[in-house]
């Protein structure tokens, strides 16, 4: 069975400013990572992957998250946020023998304040 | 290329009602998971079907039924709708590997 745990419920930063919203898995068999991202009333966006090769991935808009297998840890940082980044952000795992079910932690609010 | 569609948006029903919901898969998509997301919390994985078999469920009672069809579009049936059940349900889409792409979900209330 896997877990997914979000350590903050939300996250307060400065516009401009630099986040790093944390995500810890525990899973006894090898997984894949997803971050998502959901804004008010919608449904979730994928925002990035990693699924093999480099440990760390990238998004379009500027988010990237490293995968550390030995710390179990997928965390998600932008070096500056915008007012538009402010939304509800989900970590998520499947694993790789049965990719049927994404096991999703509790998510983090990213509040951005001008 | 449409995505992933749902529908109703919105559904009001009362405890003891039965509903509906409708999911669409995005083009080349043969695989459609359901899950549940109670307000404040993350989704849940209701069950997943693929070739108009239930292949996977989580843990959620007999209530929560499900059906695919030849064209893999997939419905989500709940029968004795507690208010517990009020929740955004979210249809996701995939074909051979792990990403899913998710709709626009269905708001239910239960009064």
């Known amino acids: 069975a896997q877990s997914v745990t ?93 990719s049927y079910k994404l096991i999703f932690g509790s998510g983090t609010r990213l509040l951005v304040r001008p | 290329d449409a995505g992933v569609t749902q529908s109703p948006t919105h559904l009001i029903k009362t405890r003891g009602q039965q509903v509906t919901l409708r999911c669409s898969p995005k083009s080349g998509h043969d695989t459609v998971s359901w899950y549940q997301q109670a307000l404040g919390q993350g989704p849940q994985f209701i069950f997943q079907y693929y070739e108009e078999e239930e292949r996977q469920r989580g843990n959620f009672p007999d209530r929560f039924s499900g059906h695919q ?38 708001r239910l209330t239960v009064l």
């Open chain 1, 6 to 98: 979000q350590l903050d419920s939300q996250v307060p930063v400065f516009e401009e400013a630099p986040v790093e919203l944390r995500c810890n898995y525990s899973s006894s068999v090898s997984v894949y990572l997803f971050w998502y991202v959901q804004y008010p009333n919608q449904g979730l966006q994928l925002l990035l992957k990693y699924l093999s090769g480099s440990t760390l991935v990238e998004s379009i808009n500027g988010f990237e998250a490293e995968f550390n297998k030995s710390q179990t840890s997928f965390h998600l940082r932008k070096p500056s946020v915008h007012i538009s980044d402010t939304a509800e952000y989900f970590c998520a795992v499947i694993s790789m023998d049965s």
């Open chain 2, 69 to 106: 069809f030849p064209n893999y579009s997939s419905e989500l049936n709940v029968n004795a709708l507690l208010l517990g059940d009020s929740a955004l349900y979210l249809c996701a889409s995939s074909s051979a590997g792990p990403q899913q792409f998710f709709g626009p979900g269905t």
